[in-house]
Each structure stands twice: as C-alpha cells, then as structure tokens.
C-alpha cells in the first residue's frame, strides 16, 4: 500500500496539514483529512479582505469562463488528490465518493453530471439568479436598466457553507458565489470532503485565485466559527440545526425537506399513468435528497395508488456498488440505517399506519448485501395527517401517502420544500401560487427532482449576497 | 529548575512524604475531624498499615460530594486550629459549590511553579493579567501570588464560567457570545493601557485575545494557561500563531483540589503533545484502568486520571477525576509518572460542554 493521501485545510491559498486528522481506508488506500481546529478558522477568516481582492481583480466575464472550463476539469480532468502531487482520475473519485458515502458508482456519476451541469450552465444560473442583469453589474456595482442606474452592493465579504455528506449534488447551491465575486468558506461533510475539495481543485485550476477559497474539515465547533465568522452563511442539516440557528438572519438553514406529491382531483382517476413520475420522486439520488418527494398526498384512490406504488418501490433493490443499474445507496454507518429502521418500526407500533411496500418487498427493510447495510424502499399508508409517519423524511427511499380531500391539502402539507402538485385547475394552482409553505413549485405531473436551471433553489442566492440600494447622482467617475 | 532526583530517590521521597502526612492526618493532636472520625470507624490504622505510597490503595476512592455536603471547619488539621483559612471553590460547578479550604498550599504550589521556568520565561519583576475564572477560585490568589512572587503586579478581568455553562445550558449561545467578547473587551483595553508582560487565561480566551491584536506586538512574554483540553494540533496553533513562536507558552493541567501540574517542556519531536507532571509529594497522579481503578495502566495508554492529594492542610486520597489522559514515563524534567493530552472522561462517548471559556 503506498503512502496515505493527506486532503489538507486549504486557509485561504495556503494548504495546511494538521496534526489532528481523520483516517479512511478507500480499498487498501490510506486517506488522511486533516482537520482544522476553530481558532485556526476564525484566525483565518479576518484575511477575507485579501480574498475579496483577488477575486474582484479579475472581471466576471473571465471568471464565468473560469467556471465553465472548471466544469470540464471536475467532469474529465485529472485533478490534485490531496497535497502530495498524485492525481485523481473521475473514476477514482467516483469510487472512494462511493467507499466514503455508499452512494452507488451510477449515482456518484450522476452527481458529478449536476454538479457539472450547474457550473457549465452558469450563464443561465446568473441570468436566473439576476433575472438577466448584466455580468458587468458584479465589475461596477451598477448597470443602467430602462435608463435607471440599478446598484446592487455585496452584503458580505464571503459565503460560509456547512456541507452535508448526503448528496454531492448540493455542491451546485454555492458555486455561483465565487463568480459573483464572493470568496467561498467549506466545511465539507464528514463523509464526503472529497467533492468539495475537487471541485475547488477544478476552479483553481481553471483560473479562480486560489486566495477565495477556504475549505476547512473541523468540529462542530469549527462549524459554528465558520458560520458566524462570515457575513452570509448557509446550513445543512436537521431540523436541530434549524432551530439552532433559526436565530440567526446571515445563516440560511436548510433542512429537511418534507417534498411532496398533491396528486389533484382532475389528475386522480388517471393515477396510473403517472406511477413512475411518484416513484422517481421518492427513490430519485437513493432518496437522499431533501427535493425527493417524502409525502404523497391524494384526493381519491390512495389505497390503490399505495399498492401500485409499492410494488414499484419495493423492485428497487440492493445492487452492488459498481453496478450500473444501482440506485440504492449503502448506508457508510450501519448504526444510522439500524437506527432509522427502529425508529420506523416504533412508530408503527401507532395505529393507522401500514408499511405497504412489505407485502412486496424481499427480506426485511433493513438488510446486508454486497458488503453494505442498506434500508430497502419503504412506502406507508397513513390513515391520517395526524399519524407520526405522515409528514417526515429519512434519508433514503421512505414516503407516506395519505388520502386527504383536495381542499385541506394546502393547510395540511406543512413547510415544503418541493411540492408537484399533479393538476391543472386554476383555482387551486392560484390558491397553491399564494402557499407560504411551498419553496419550490411544480406544476403538473413533473417529479420533485426536477431542475430548471434558471429558477433559484431554496432561496434566490444572489438575493441572500447582494441587497439593492438607491445610486443617484454624477457616476461618470464611476 | 528541573528536579534534582533519580526515579528511585523520587520514589524513596514520595514513601517517606506519605508516612509523614499520615502520621499528620491521623494523629489526635495534628489531624482534622473528619478523617480522625472516619479512622475511628474505618476498621484499619493507616498510622499503620500505610507505609509506602503504594498502601494508599487501601484507601477508597474519595468521594469529592464530600466537600459539598460537610462544613469546611471539619476539614481543619487540628494544628492549624485558629488560623483564619481561605474557602476555594472548584470550576463550573453549580448548586452547592464543593469547598476546599486551605492556608499556604497555593503559596507553596505556585512558587514551585515559578522556580520551575527561568528568570527571563515570565520576566522577573513584569506585570501580570489574570483573564479568567476569579471570584472564590484559589488560582485568583494564586496567579497573584505568582505575579508578587516574581516581583510583579497583577490585574484582573473576571470571567463567571458558572454563568457560562448556565447561558449554553439555555441555549443562549448569542448571550455566550457576547459575554465572552464582554470579556475579550476587557482584556484587550487593559493590555493596551497598561504594561503587561505576562499572562494567564484559559487557550480559549487567549486565542480570542490574539485574534484582537498580535501579543507579540503587545509586549507579552510569557502566557500560563490552564483549564481545557489541548490537543497536540491545538497547542501547535496557539504556540505557532496565537503566540507567533515568540512568547514563552507554560501549559498546566490542575485544579483547586490538586494544584497544578506543569508540562515537560513542548516539543516539536514530541508533536505538540502534552505531558504533565503533578507536584510530587504533594500530589500524585495515576493513570488507571477505568473498570479496574485498582490497576495501573500501561505507558501509552489511555486511562482515567486518578489524584492524591497529600499536604498538611488537605489529604484526599484515590479522588477520580473527570478526565482521562495517556500515561507517561517520567522524563529529565521529572523523575515520576506523567499525564499525556488529558481529555474529558469518556469524550470520545458523550457530549461534553467544555472549552467555553
């Protein structure tokens, strides 16, 4: 076995090896993660302005090509592994993501074709993100618009961003921040530092100066400086960190999900046909993404529908992690799966509540196979809104149906993030526009999964680093 | 100044010291209240039966709820009788706070400490700030102490650790915050406005401090820090960047019921990591087997942090302390065991609120 990879901090250009770090073993290869301890990051994080700098020394429109040419790189290029000169091809990333995370080669490669996707596409993000401004408005700080100087002004001087390990593809939601010329501060999750530090060794490469960039593996502690060490920051978790930081208007928390499927009365009767709209809602990504659809709530059929759609689900079965046709995700720590699987288990001890896809489904929820502990689709009918199954997530294919009238179906699904409501009647589409609940909305049979590059994603992040402001007055200097 | 002894002699002087305050503790005209009755029903004479330190075994673990629960007047050796004593209070505690009492120990414990770095590590006769726990603590008298010991003066800024882990108990983490920086505010206006050189606080509020302003460039010449766990990357931090490799740093693990245990000096070929010794006689500390606190463990390996605590003004034998640490041989500074990277007991299994200050 050759000498450990070592991923070291990267402190805003400088690579740093710590001498706390966290070892894996990707198949006989020793990888190191050093770990940086919070001091070290709030020491850092008073050299932004250094950061902001080189950033804003280059113009937008090289930084636009920078991401895109970045986007080729993460997809193809051979990149830095670590500190120590060796390269990583995309199929050693794809495999050690897969040892780190259980996600499946297939579903590694699907992640790695969005997060490329997002980068190539980032004229049309910019465009969607500033509803077509110019780039130049990130160079002067104002364009001239129907013959009105519109300013906009950075509310910070860097994004921090606190990584899951669920899903790669969340990597997308910060990668238009350095192209608006705000320095970017990761800490990656636990299982999965080595996506951001990819993707960050792509933009350097293609050109960003490597001064914008902080990636800090680290504590909670660690955590908690970066996020209140910068101007504008954003959160991943669970509904604890939701409410940990709740508080705080510079973080933005996203947290569970609790997507949904409102199957409309004038779409119920042909629920057939749109099954496999349902089942990639809920088992799209292994079902860990909080866009996959964790609730399905229908006006009419709901037992039949339940029946249909677990047969479905439960053909969705443990394949081995090299499989192209994988689609469910190992569980990197068993503990979690065993944990989720109790939990499950429990609550159905409450009455009114039947794991449906049981009737279909081979061997028990929770299994081993193919070296990994994987939970296997799980799909419960709920007789009511009120059951403690009805309205919650986990991270793999899990999701509740219910019958409920239409016209409660607003007032009941609660903070959505994504709700595909399978209908085209006016007068509920205008009652669903109005939701305050909904954060992303489909309209029509389209899955939760689905991604329009030009509309934001859990808030518009242009909006969250810049604020508008009055110009007024002799700008011919400026 | 390093000790004089080889490991035997260390081990010839540890058995002599532990006859010697036996014979103080459980005799009728020297000892206190408490252990002279509790030798009365004990069932054994540690007069006695206690000859080596080794025979301490004998003696339960100490049970610290003890210092909460009983008036301190009973912990008076009866040859201090009259003289007025010092209450000490331990950490963070809330509630009844345990009590030690105490005379001379923090004199006694503290100038051992000085005369342990050079005249130039904590420059003789340079002013001192004491950024950290002081209300009924023995370190506020302590650091003082030192600081006149040294021929210095010392300041101080305040900080309630009780109130701190109350504010995160709550969930008040921006309250947290902002005390702390309260505190930070303090410390910083007093080392711009006056001529301090040295310093002791705890690594957090010393890396909060350095974040304000470069020490080095503030004049400090020597830090003391105690208090929380410092793992090997943490201390290279502070020593390579909150201190700039330029000031004299002194790591020290203790407490109000032991003292203070100095570190063997930091090394690079050591990785930054932490070995203390504690004040032998005076204190002894043990490396033991957590399910088999009766057997030492290994050197190397971790185990729970076990304090003996014998002067002539407080005996507390076999006390198990909340932290575990590695064991460690004794090294050319100090002829007996260490303690290495002590971390909170069992923090690799629970949640622990620590380093908050």
């Known amino acids: ?478 | 100044m390093s000790s004089t002894l080889t490991v035997p002699q260390a081990q010839t002087a540890l058995d002599a010291w532990t006859r010697e305050m036996i014979a103080w503790h459980f005799s009728p005209e020297t000892g206190c209240d408490y252990w002279l009755k509790w030798a009365a029903q004990a069932g054994w004479d540690p007069k006695k039966e206690v000859k080596t330190f080794a025979d301490i075994a004998k003696f339960d673990h100490f049970d610290d709820e003890v210092l909460r629960k009983e008036q301190p007047e009973r912990f008076v050796p009866r040859a201090f009788a009259g003289r007025p004593y010092n209450v000490f209070e331990t950490g963070g505690t809330t509630g009844m706070p345990k009590q030690r009492i105490g005379w001379d120990d923090y004199k006694v414990d503290y100038e051992e400490f000085s005369d342990h770095y050079g005249p130039d590590f904590f420059p003789k006769g340079a002013n001192w700030l004491m950024v950290g726990p002081t209300g009924p603590r023995r370190l506020r008298l302590a650091v003082e102490h030192l600081a006149n010991y040294r021929g210095g003066s010392c300041y101080f800024v305040d900080l309630d650790p009780r109130w701190v882990k109350r504010l995160i108990g709550m969930g008040e983490m921006a309250m947290a915050r902002k005390y702390q920086e309260h505190v930070i505010d303090q410390a910083a206006t007093i080392m711009r406005h006056r001529n301090i050189q040295c310093m002791f606080t705890t690594p957090r509020l010393l890396e909060n401090l350095a974040e304000r302003m470069s020490l080095v460039k503030a004049g400090l010449k020597g830090v003391f820090v105690g208090g929380t766990t410092m793992t090997p990357q943490y201390v290279r931090f502070v020593v390579e960047e909150v201190l700039e490799g330029k000031i004299n740093f002194a790591p020290t693990y203790g407490n109000t019921l032991m003292g203070l245990a100095i570190s063997k000096k930091i090394t690079k070929a050591d990785n930054f990591s932490l070995t203390y010794y504690a004040p032998q006689p005076r204190a002894v500390l043990r490396i033991v087997n957590p399910d088999k606190p009766e057997e030492t463990m290994p050197y190397g390996e971790y185990g729970r942090v076990e304090l003996t605590t014998m002067t002539k003004e407080f005996f507390m034998p076999r006390f198990l302390e909340r932290d575990e640490a590695i064991r460690r041989p004794p090294c050319d500074e100090f002829p007996w065991d260490g303690v290495g990277d002590v971390r909170p007991f069992q923090s690799l299994t629970k949640t622990i609120i620590e380093g908050v200050y």
């Open chain 1, 1 to 478: 076995m050759s000498a450990p990879i070592h991923i070291p901090v990267l402190r805003l250009g400088q690579s740093y090896r710590s001498l706390d770090k966290i070892a894996f073993n990707v198949e006989g290869q020793a990888l190191e993660i050093s770990v940086a301890n919070s001091g070290l990051i709030r020491r850092d994080l008073q050299h932004l302005p250094r950061a902001v700098e080189a950033l804003h020394a280059i113009p937008t429109a090289t930084l636009v090509a920078y991401c895109e040419k970045a986007a080729e790189l993460f997809l193809k290029g051979n990149l830095p592994w670590g500190d120590d000169g060796r390269l990583q091809s995309p199929e050693d990333y794809v495999q050690a993501l897969s040892q780190l995370t259980g996600l499946p080669h297939s579903l590694g490669r699907q992640n790695m074709g969005k997060v490329h996707a997002a980068m190539a596409n980032i004229r049309a993000i910019l465009a969607g993100l500033t509803r077509g401004m110019p780039l130049e408005l990130f160079d002067r700080g104002f364009i001239r618009q129907d013959g009105l100087e519109v300013n906009f002004f950075p509310q910070t001087d860097s994004l921090g961003v606190l990584l899951p390990s669920n899903s790669p593809g969340v990597n997308s939601l910060w990668l238009p921040a350095p192209v608006m010329k705000v320095p970017v501060v990761l800490k990656p999750g636990r299982e999965d530092p080595l996506t951001p530090f990819r993707l960050l060794q792509a933009l350097i490469a293609a050109g960003f100066p490597k001064e914008a960039f902080g990636f800090y593996p680290t504590t909670h502690d660690g955590g908690d400086a970066l996020l209140f060490g910068t101007g504008r920051a954003i959160a991943f978790g669970n509904d604890t960190t939701l409410k940990k930081y709740a508080p705080y208007r510079h973080i933005q928390v996203h947290g569970s999900g609790r997507s949904k499927v409102l199957i409309g009365d004038d779409f119920a009767g042909d629920w057939s046909k749109h099954l496999d709209v349902i089942a990639q809602s809920i088992s799209s990504n292994g079902g860990r993404s909080c866009i996959n659809a964790s609730s399905v709530l229908t006006g009419h059929h709901a037992r039949d529908i339940a029946d249909a759609l677990a047969r479905k689900l439960a053909a969705i079965v443990p394949l081995p992690r090299h499989d192209p046709n994988a689609l469910l995700c190992g569980f990197a720590n068993p503990t979690m799966a065993r944990g989720i699987n109790e939990r499950i288990d429990e609550l159905l001890q409450t009455p009114g509540a039947e794991d449906v896809t049981a009737r279909y489904r081979q061997g028990p929820r929770l299994i081993e196979a193919h070296g990994q502990t994987f939970l296997q689709p799980t799909l419960i009918f709920c007789e009511s809104l009120e059951h403690p199954l009805a309205n919650t997530e986990f991270m793999f294919p899990f999701a509740s149906i219910l019958q409920v009238p239409q016209e409660k179906m607003i007032a009941s699904i609660g903070e959505s993030l994504v709700v595909s409501a399978f209908t085209g009647n006016r007068a509920w589409i205008g009652e669903l526009m109005t939701s305050t609940n909904i954060e992303r909305l489909n309209i029509g049979p389209y899955p939760t999964n689905r991604v329009q590059w030009e509309q934001p994603h859990e808030g518009n992040l242009f909006e969250f680093l810049y604020r508008r402001r009055a110009l007024q007055g002799d700008l011919v200097a400026v």
